[in-house]
């Protein structure tokens, strides 16, 4: 059988990068997003329920830090499917080897990549190009009554940005810096760290 993408870990356990294999001729190019059986092959059960795009007008665009809470944790794959981007994993799982811990790879739509976000973790991004389209593929539905996030600045977690920040939203501004208080995400179903 035909390998349409690859799938690779990341320094984040249950983290991984898929990388697309791009079919090409005179008419344009093709590549699958995502194949169930493909991602269960490699480990990955990450079958979508919902499928989400975003455009950012502006380069240096933060938007994150978002999570679900349970029973709405999900799974996302996210891409690039125009333009460049600083995509950014943080680990919030305090069983896991990595809590508390992040990792940024540079995205675009020529990337041919995505990344594979598990339940359990903060996602977000920031624009290094105007005109940024993104296509998630989430596991779960939206539930706006267990979303959350944290601050995308938070200096305890000190996630290196590559520009300045030129838009925030207001929601996304609001949300919490990690204190004492902070429990993270416990996962029913997490296996190990």
Known sequence: ???????????????????????SDHRGMFKRLSCHQS???????AQPRQVNASLTPKKGTIRGMHFQHE??????????????????????R????????????QLSGES?????VPPGFAHGFQTTSDNVLMM???????????ESGIHPLDPS???????PVTELSAKDS??????STFNGISLGTFEGT
Not at 39 to 45: E, F, I, P, R, W
Not at 95 to 103: A, E, G, H, I
Request: aromatic share 12%; proline share 5%; charged share 20%.
């Open 1 to 23: 059988m035909q390998q349409d993408f690859s799938v690779e870990t990341l320094p984040l356990k249950g983290a991984f990068r898929v990388r697309h294999k791009v079919f």
């Open 39 to 45: 991602l269960l092959d490699s480990g990955v059960d």
């Open 71 to 92: 029973p709405a944790t999900e799974t996302k794959i996210v891409c690039a499917m125009s333009g460049s981007l600083f995509d950014v994993l943080i680990d919030l």
């Open 94 to 105: 305090p069983d896991s080897d990595t809590y508390l811990q992040w990792y940024g790879e």
């Open 112 to 116: 041919h990549s995505s990344l594979i």
């Open 136 to 146: 998630y593929l989430n596991s779960t539905d939206y539930a706006p009554d267990l």
């Open 157 to 163: 977690i000190a996630v290196a940005w590559p520009l």
């Open 174 to 179: 609001e949300h919490s810096f990690i204190d």
